[in-house]
C-alpha cells in the first residue's frame, strides 16, 4: 500500500482519554468508526480530533500504521473509569438509534449545555416499564411508562404527567397528537379494571403463543422527555454513559410549573415551555 509522505498521526493522552489526530484516509475513517462504539469516540470540531476511550490505544496504533505507513507508540493510559452515581439535569432526551460500532441502540441527553449524556435503549425502556427489551415493552404500559404491576393511582399520575407533556397545545413535536390519543387510549384502557383485567389476559396469550419476540426497529422514544435523572454511569470521552436510571423527577420552578420539552419539525434545536 502507498502512502502519500504529508501522511501523519499523533495520539496524546488527556483527561483520561486519548485525543487522536491524523490526515484524512478514507479507509482509515471507515475502519476506524466501524471498530470504535459511538459511544466511545467523541469528534471536537474545535481542534479537529477525535476523542478516543483509553482501551483503544492499540487499535489506534495499528489503524495508523495500516492506513498511513505511520508508527506511533500505543500510549498508556492508567486511569480507569469508575461507575458513579449522578444527578443529571436533563433538558431534553432525543430518541434511540442504531449508531455505528455500537452493539445497542442508544439516545443522547442535552444536559450542562451539551449533548453529554448517553442512556442505552434498554436502561430507558427498564425504568420506564420494568421490561427487559423494547418487544416487552411494546404495551400500553410502555406507553404510559409504568410497570405491569403499577397501582391504579400510578396509572393515574402516569397519565396526567405525559398528558401535560405531549397535548398538542403545548408540545411542538411533530406527532404530539398522535402521541396524545395513544397515551388517552392507554390509560383508557388501564384505568377500568375490567378492561385491565382483559388486556392483561391477552398480554399473558400473547406470550404464550411467543408473540412478543417479534423484531421492532423503529426508534424508541422514552415518555419524558426532560428531568431531573438520578443514575449509575461512567464518565467516557467527554459524556456520561448511564449504566442504570434509579430516579426521574420534574423540572419545576418557584411558582410550581414543570418544564416541558419539544422539538418542533425542521427546528434546529428543542424548546422549552414551563406549564
Not at 118 to 136: C, D, H, Q, Y
Not at 242 to 262: F, P, R
Request: aromatic share 12%; proline share 4%; hydrophobic share 40%.
Amino acid at each position: 500500500m502507498r502512502h502519500s509522505r504529508q501522511s501523519y498521526a499523533d495520539i496524546q493522552i488527556e483527561n483520561g482519554s486519548l485525543v487522536f489526530r491524523s490526515s484524512y484516509d478514507a479507509g482509515l475513517v471507515t475502519a476506524f468508526k466501524g471498530s470504535i462504539p459511538n459511544t466511545e469516540r467523541k469528534w471536537d470540531p474545535n481542534r479537529k480530533v477525535w476523542i478516543v476511550a483509553p482501551q483503544h490505544g492499540k487499535l489506534l496504533s495499528g489503524l495508523c500504521a495500516q492506513y498511513l505507513g505511520v508508527d506511533v507508540q500505543e500510549p498508556r493510559v492508567q486511569a480507569i473509569a469508575q461507575e458513579e452515581i449522578r444527578v443529571l439535569d436533563v433538558r431534553y432526551v432525543g430518541a434511540t438509534k442504531a449508531r455505528d460500532g455500537s452493539e445497542e441502540r442508544t439516545a443522547f441527553g442535552f444536559a450542562g449545555g451539551s449533548w453529554s449524556v448517553i442512556f442505552p435503549e434498554s436502561a430507558l425502556v427498564f425504568w420506564f416499564t420494568g421490561m427487559k427489551n423494547r418487544a416487552e415493552a411494546a404495551t400500553f404500559y410502555g406507553t404510559l411508562g409504568v410497570v405491569r404491576s403499577a397501582a391504579q393511582d400510578d396509572i393515574k399520575t402516569a397519565f396526567r404527567r405525559l398528558a401535560r407533556e405531549w397535548h398538542p397545545d403545548t408540545s411542538k413535536e411533530p406527532d404530539a397528537a398522535e402521541m396524545f390519543i395513544k397515551i388517552k387510549a392507554a390509560y383508557d384502557a388501564l384505568s377500568d379494571p375490567q378492561k385491565r383485567a382483559r388486556y392483561d389476559a391477552g398480554l399473558a396469550l400473547e406470550a404464550t403463543l411467543q408473540q412478543e419476540t417479534r423484531q421492532i426497529n423503529d426508534s424508541y422514544r422514552s415518555p419524558r422527555r426532560c428531568g431531573y435523572v438520578q443514575a449509575l454511569g461512567v464518565e467516557q470521552v467527554g459524556r456520561f454513559l448511564v449504566k442504570q436510571i434509579y430516579g426521574w423527577e420534574d423540572i419545576t420552578n418557584v411558582q410550581g410549573q414543570t418544564l416541558v420539552a419539544s422539538w418542533p419539525f425542521g427546528a434546529n434545536n428543542f424548546t422549552e415551555e414551563w406549564v
